[in-house]
């Protein structure tokens, strides 16, 4: 069984409980042990980053040096989280004296000091690879029954290459690999790569708004049953402002909106009361039909 540190990140552990409730369901179907960190806190996403850097790279570092203190590698089931912790190792293994000083901030607070061993990688990443697809379909006939997905990767799990690095940014595959290898369609379409608004939907709700209605127009145009995302701060623009969107932009989407681990969940059979599709905001009801849930 491959052990990771889980770090699901605030958004899965509150706002999107489903997501975290899913996961760890899925997790041991595919021989997969998730670690609890305890201790953890938030990464910051990028509002500390911006105010107080030094701040963020102690918090993330942190996080981190359970990790290496657990001898295991990070997994992550959120965009942001990937991509700040991902930084943060980036920059303190390649230049000492960042390690260093943040060593010191760390030790101030009775905090382990980081030997820079670790790694950090995403959900999708993981069951993207050869090894993650082969445990896929270790678990038997593909299950989706033919449903028509629209991959929305959003951005922050793409961009910046040089931190992030899994795939090709302007031409990823990973999910659909996945679609593919769950027995589902590929509903393909231009925007499944760009922003989905949600770093501005409080402070600029409208043009916000108008980013998501670029994905979620070009999937509904390109027939997709639903959209599936690796990430729950773009669920939440797409599955809970989805109504405002509409509104704003005089049009309907009614476009179901599944987190990474449900898609999956639905493929494999889990209990759809475990993945929680009433906290959705858009009815699932169609998508579960076709599947056969």
């Not at 041991?28 to 938030?42: H, Q, S």
């Not at 951005?155 to 593919?180: A, H, T, Y």
Request: glycine share 6%; proline share 6%.
């Amino acid at each position: 069984m491959q052990q990771f540190a889980y770090y699901p990140g605030c958004v899965a552990e509150f706002s999107s409980k489903e997501l975290n409730a899913t996961t760890k369901t899925l997790a041991p179907m595919l021989d997969i042990e998730l670690l609890p960190l305890p201790a953890a806190t938030c990464c910051g996403a990028g509002d500390i980053a911006e105010a107080k850097p030094n701040l963020y790279l102690t918090l993330n570092v942190r996080i981190l040096s359970q990790a290496e203190e657990m001898g295991v590698d990070v997994l992550t089931i959120c965009n942001v989280c990937t991509m700040n912790l991902r930084r943060a190792n980036k920059m303190v293994k390649e230049d000492p004296r960042v390690l260093e000083q943040v060593n010191e901030e760390l030790v101030k607070v009775g905090a382990r000091p980081y030997e820079g061993t670790k790694e950090v990688t995403h959900l999708l990443w993981y069951l993207a690879t050869e090894e993650g697809l082969s445990k896929l379909e270790a678990q038997g006939p593909r299950g989706l029954n033919g449903l028509k997905v629209a991959p929305y990767y959003g951005c922050q799990l793409l961009r910046p290459s040089s931190v992030m690095g899994f795939e090709d940014p302007d031409q990823p595959q990973s999910l659909e690999r996945l679609i593919r290898a769950l027995g589902g369609e590929v509903a393909d379409y231009e925007a499944k790569s760009k922003c989905c608004g949600f770093p501005i939907i409080l402070a600029r709700q409208e043009v916000a708004l108008k980013e998501s209605h670029v994905a979620l127009s070009q999937s509904r145009d390109a027939g997709a049953d639903c959209m599936v995302t690796p990430c729950p701060l773009c669920h939440l623009a797409m599955d809970a402002y989805q109504r405002k969107a509409e509104s704003l932009n005089g049009t309907e989407y009614n476009m179901p909106v599944l987190h990474l681990p449900q898609l999956i969940g639905l493929a494999l059979g889990i209990e759809t009361s475990v993945m929680q599709f009433k906290r959705h905001m858009v009815p699932t009801d169609n998508v579960l039909e076709i599947v056969g849930a």
